[in-house]
């Protein structure tokens, strides 16, 4: 079916036709509409995102929603994670975000595509993908609100903000001093718990001191929360209808080794498997191939992820933030903000074994080792059938299993082979060290009837990527086994405890990046033209920005040499081989750089008194694409009496590739355990060794293999930008006293989306993509690209509802109520140029064509999660000192495309969950707030989804439970 959209023109010419249309049909109602009595006082005009013009906060023809630091709370937010995880416009994700931190995601376009500001300018992009910035790096204790332009701001903020803007502002000024706790702690024991402590103090007045200042500190740590923490939710036999443990696992690295007497056949024997495998960093395990008909019998141990896998990450959080203010004479002020935010987020990765990039994936132990099986320490494996020491004999389970006469394992001096990760060191897991600072100079005022805003911003980022604990050096680990000192099969004994801790490359940085943004900007605006409804006020802004960013070489201190004493790097800068187990030095030194120059017009012309047109153009200039982009926008908005409010707006983006994509010094290279498409096809492309060998090769070739995979290319200067349509028609009502409700119906589409031909779409189209694996001479992957590329189109749409109420006040109190909620009516794209179009609403699916290759590319390669409905409802009662808000938050089911294989689960429920906080404030200078968040106690919804490993849609919720919270705020 040929798809259907109303051209930009077209749409225009509705919009304002229905407006019009409107405005005529209701001159009665206008004429009856009462002049406002002569000394209603005049509220302030200030700046609200989506204009350049100042206007009353309510006067906008843009939709913008608009949410106080204190309503925040009353939901039970303990952190802006839960902010931009609830946010119905947004589809951000939650607890497995990424090691980016979390995200504001608008429209679900990706986070690339939403332009976040503070106090309406730009941070320092977060410096590894230079797209975006994570919530993180914003000040809690000194945020006043959050405002949120759902689409259409490009025109207004920047190309690059075809999803929306969501703009945080700070206190313009504070006096007086506070500190504030904040303490939540699941009801089920383990991880998760959240400590937080804050504190803001100002001095002087605006008003009548002409100046103030103020600075405010928050510090939050998280605490990791791990599978074994919720061993209820992740039973193994809870989980075999998600096609997880649905047979045995297959001998996999785990602290009690395999062994066997060849490097690529090195799990035969395991002599552990008979004590119960040391639980709980093992189990046994009798191999995935037991219940095949006839059963294969590979008895050994293996990984217990109940130990390993973690559920949620931990983090910790630091922001300094000040300000000072001044009023000066005439009626100019002066602002002075600073910044300063770090942040790490501890990413977990369970238990780090050699791979690829080390001289070999498995490790060796000779006769002379202590250790050695048979030598008094290690016992020898029973085994039957042949055993003369130079054959591989099966070994013993029992004689109904494995009959025959079993005996010990015969070595025969052999030197021995295996797989292994330290136990007692616990998950491995790597700091990810962010910062993000900024400092910003600005003034505004009125010359010569001009009323302006002037600003100095610099800003910059860092991204500081290291290891933490459970990451070893391999030729210290083989060393270790050579002398004797470290136990492959058992325990490490006070030595050998000893030795592993101090094998440790603990803190130690393996990539570095820094992001730079330099601008001066100036907006001038003055009323040009008296009209039927007052002043046509124009704005004129200029703004000449600096993107840059700077990566430094990948540190050698691990970095294997060649034999000519070289270090083993490629030509395009990769480390070949490193003796750090788990992670790999990346990086190569380059400055990059762009420059931009913008201009911005903005009309708002009140035609009549209740008709407003707004317009405005936008042009950027880019000097590294030397590309000019002219981006118009058209708003309208009609008012014939206090009850009724009609708006319709078209606007135009334009995204350039960031610099990071079109410069990048270096791939991005990673690693994925999967069947060659090609030499192991199967029906299952997705699924690791369950596919079928090619003739001349072996499975352990081509099957269930480490490949390696580029995510980013160094030579994307073939990229183009992206463009964008979009349009709003809304209305609003109060049909009764206090009861406001706006309905916004919305749509975008764009072309030449960016985004990645991700692995997965390879492996399912191996023909179609044949030019981006690269082979070897024997015809084995060396590695593949899957890395940017312009892609099809993207066309979403769907309405925004939001609904307010204050019941009338009684003796007992005041009720208020608000909904917010997002209506997907469809969300369609093309993973490539004139390809079919792929409906993404309410489905989840591990697809290539609807992670990385469509337009959510860019969040840390999970897939596109849609729901049809998601909202967010409150209830506040209010009486004297006591302020109590139940909130809700909601996303309606999904349906399942790619379910795991051996599990036929395709239904996704939907998620509900309630907070309760309670605030009482009748203690002097002191406000106690007690909360319950997830008061039903209800679990992310099940899926069979292979991006999903623990079985929940940990995505839209997290496995956090009940959550009980208490905060203490005392001001001096």
């Known amino acids: 079916m040929k798809p259907y959209f109303v051209p930009t023109p077209r749409r225009a010419t509705l919009a304002t036709a229905v407006s019009l249309a409107l405005f005529q049909l209701a001159g009665q109602a206008q004429a009856q509409t009462s002049e406002p009595p002569a000394d209603t006082p005049v509220a302030q005009a200030v700046v609200v995102t989506g204009s350049l013009i100042r206007r009353v906060a309510d006067e906008g023809t843009n939709p913008v929603v608009t949410v106080k630091a204190q309503e925040l709370e009353a939901r039970g937010h303990t952190e802006l994670k839960d902010f931009v995880l609830e946010q119905p416009q947004s589809l951000s994700l939650g607890t497995n975000s990424g090691a980016a931190g979390p995200v504001t995601n608008l429209r679900g376009l990706g986070p690339m595509r939403t332009l976040s500001l503070l106090n309406g300018r730009r941070l320092a992009n977060e410096p590894l993908q230079d797209q975006y ?85 928050d510090h939050q740590k998280k605490d990791a929360l791990f599978q074994k923490d919720r061993p209820e939710q992740h039973d193994r036999d809870v989980l075999r209808t998600l096609g997880l443990g649905l047979t045995p696992d297959a001998r996999n690295p785990n602290p009690l080794a395999n062994f066997g007497f060849a490097r690529n056949a090195n799990s035969n024997y395991n002599p552990a498997f008979a004590t119960g495998c040391e639980s709980p960093w093992s189990l046994p395990t009798l191999g995935n191939a037991s219940q095949n008909t006839p059963p294969t019998y590979a008895p050994g141990c293996t990984r217990n992820n109940l130990f390993w896998n973690h559920v949620t990450d931990g983090s910790e959080i630091t922001t300094v ?27 977990f990765r369970g238990m780090q074994v050699p791979g690829s990039n080390q001289p070999f994936t498995t490790y060796s132990m000779s006769p002379s080792s202590r250790f050695y099986p048979g030598n008094g320490i290690t016992p020898l494996p029973q085994v039957v059938g042949s055993n003369n020491g130079t054959t591989s004999p099966a070994m013993y389970i029992d004689p109904s299993k494995t009959p025959g006469t079993p005996a010990p394992l015969n070595m025969n001096g052999r030197t021995i082979y295996f797989q292994w990760g330290p136990g007692e060191l616990g998950p491995a897991y790597r700091n990810d060290e962010q910062g993000n600072d900024r400092i910003v100079l600005s003034a505004e005022g009125e010359v010569l009837g001009w009323d302006y805003r002037a600003g100095l911003n610099y800003g910059r980022s860092k991204r500081d990527t290291r290891v933490g604990e459970g990451y070893i050096l391999y030729s210290k680990a083989q060393e270790g086994f050579d002398k004797g000192i470290l136990n ?56 000449l920005r600096e993107d840059s960013a700077r990566t ?16 083993n790097i490629d030509a395009s800068g990769n480390v070949r081989q490193t003796d750090l187990i788990g992670e790999v030095p990346q990086g190569v030194a380059k400055k990059l750089k762009r420059k931009i120059s913008s201009l911005v017009l903005e009309a708002d012309a009140p035609i009549t008194r209740t008709f407003t047109v707004n317009g405005s153009v936008r042009a950027d200039h880019y000097d590294d694409l030397k590309q000019t982009t002219v981006n118009p926008a058209l708003a309208t908005r009609w008012t014939p009496n206090d009850k009724l409010l009609v708006r319709a707006s078209v606007s135009s983006g334009f995204r350039a590739p960031s610099i990071m994509d079109i410069q990048n010094p270096t791939p991005e290279v990673r690693t994925l355990q999967m069947d060659d498409p090609v030499l192991c096809r199967g029906p299952q492309p997705l699924e690791p060794g369950t596919g079928t060998p090619s003739p001349g090769y072996t499975a352990d070739q081509v099957c269930d293999v480490l490949t390696t995979y580029w ?52 492996q399912q189209n191996p023909d179609k993509y044949a030019n981006f694996i690269n ?129 036929t689960l395709t239904e996704v429920d939907e998620y509900s969950q309630f907070n309760l906080n309670v ?49 203490v705020e005392y001001k001096f």
Do not use: C
């Open 133 to 217: 910035i994570s919530v993180n790096v914003i000040p809690r204790m000194a945020l006043d609100r959050v405002e949120t332009l759902n689409g259409g701001g490009a025109s207004i903020y920047g190309a690059d903000a075809i999803g929306g803007v969501q703009n945080y502002w700070t206190k313009r000024g504070y006096q007086g001093a506070s500190i504030k706790a904040e303490y939540a702690r699941p009801e089920m024991s383990g991880g998760g718990t959240t400590k937080s402590i804050g504190a803001i103090a100002g001095w002087g007045n605006l008003g009548q001191d002409g100046f103030n200042a103020y600075i405010a500190v």
């Open 321 to 347: 933030s000040a300000r000072a203010s001044w009023n000066l004479a005439g009626g100019h002020k002066i602002d002075l903000d600073l910044l300063h935010s770090e942040f790490t987020v501890q990413k």
């Open 488 to 543: 492959p099969f058992g325990p490490q004994d006070a030595a050998g405890l000893e030795y592993l801790r101090s094998i440790q490359a603990e803190d130690y940085t393996y990539r570095l990046n820094k992001a730079f943004n330099k601008s001066v900007d100036l907006t001038v605006t003055k009323p040009v033209w008296e009209l039927g409804g007052g002043d046509l006020v124009v704005a004129i802004s200029g703004e």
């Open 552 to 567: 430094f070489d990948a540190p050698l201190d691990y970095v294997l040499k060649n034999a000519n004493g070289s270090y």
């Open 711 to 762: 995510t980013k290319s160094p030579n994307n200067t073939h990229l183009k930008p992206e463009k964008s349509r979009g349009f709003n028609f809304g209305v609003g009502l109060e049909p009764i006293k206090d009861l406001s409700i706006t309905v916004d119906y919305w749509g975008l589409k764009l072309k030449d989306v960016l985004g990645a031909v991700s692995i997965a779409e390879i």
């Open 775 to 903: 082979r070897r001479a024997d015809g084995t992957i060396d590695y593949i690209v899957a890395s940017q590329a312009n892609r099809g189109q993207t066309r979403i749409r769907g309405a925004d509802i939001s609904a307010s109420y204050r019941l009338p006040k009684t003796s007992f109190g005041t009720f208020d109520a608000k909904l917010d909620a997002t209506w997907y009516h469809k969300y369609e794209f093309q993973s490539e140029r004139g390809g079919v179009w792929s409906s993404n609403v309410g489905i989840i699916t591990n697809d290539g064509r609807f992670g990385s290759a469509g337009p959510n590319a860019g969040l840390a390669g999970m897939p596109q999660v849609n729901p049809r409905w998601k909202y967010t409802a409150a209830v506040t009662y209010s009486y004297g000192d006591w302020k109590t808000t139940l909130s809700q938050r909601f996303n309606t089911g999904l349906t399942d495309l790619t379910p795991r294989a051996g599990s």
């Open 919 to 967: 605030r009482y404030t009748g203690i002097k200078n002191t406000t106690v707030q007690f909360g319950v968040n997830n008061i039903t106690e209800e679990w992310p919804p099940i899926t069979a989804n292979t991006i999903y490993s623990g079985g929940y849609l940990t995505s839209l919720a997290d496995m956090m439970g009940r959550v009980y919270r208490l905060s």
